[in-house]
C-alpha cells in the first residue's frame, strides 16, 4: 500500500515538472517568469488548443462508443483503463502537432 502510494507521488510530481518545464505558457501566476515573445506565444498556443481539439473528440467518441454499446466484450488493458489509450494518444497529438506548427511557423 504504502508502495502504491509513493509510486503515484513520483508519477505525480514527474508529470508537474514535464507539464512546467515543457508545456505551461507564461502568465502572472507561475513563481519562476518565462519571457517568451509574441511569435513563441501563438505557437505555444497554437500547439495546446489543437492538441485539446483533438482530445476532445478523441473522448467524446469513447463516451459515444460506451453509450452505443459497441465497447466488445475484450478483457485487455486498454477496456479496463482507457486512461492509458488517453495519455498515449495525447502524447502522440501532441508531438505531432508540435511538428506541423513548427513547420508552419518556420
Do not use: C
Not at 500500500?1 to 508537474?16: E, P, S, Y
Not at 518545464?21 to 489543437?50: C, G, H, P, V, W
Not at 479496463?80 to 497529438?93: A, D, W
Amino acid at each position: 500500500m504504502v508502495l502504491k502510494w509513493l509510486l503515484f507521488i513520483i508519477i505525480t510530481l514527474v508529470m508537474w515538472t514535464v507539464y512546467y518545464k515543457y508545456i505551461a505558457i507564461n502568465t502572472k501566476e507561475f513563481k519562476k517568469e518565462r519571457r517568451l515573445d509574441e511569435r513563441q506565444l501563438r505557437i505555444r498556443l497554437e500547439i495546446l488548443s489543437n492538441t485539446f481539439g483533438y482530445m476532445f473528440l478523441i473522448i467524446m467518441s469513447y463516451i459515444a462508443i460506451k453509450l452505443s454499446g459497441l465497447n466488445g466484450s475484450a478483457q485487455n488493458v486498454f477496456t479496463q483503463n482507457p486512461e492509458i489509450l488517453f495519455i498515449v494518444l495525447l502524447g502522440i497529438i501532441y508531438a505531432i502537432n508540435v511538428l506541423i506548427v513548427k513547420k508552419k511557423y518556420s
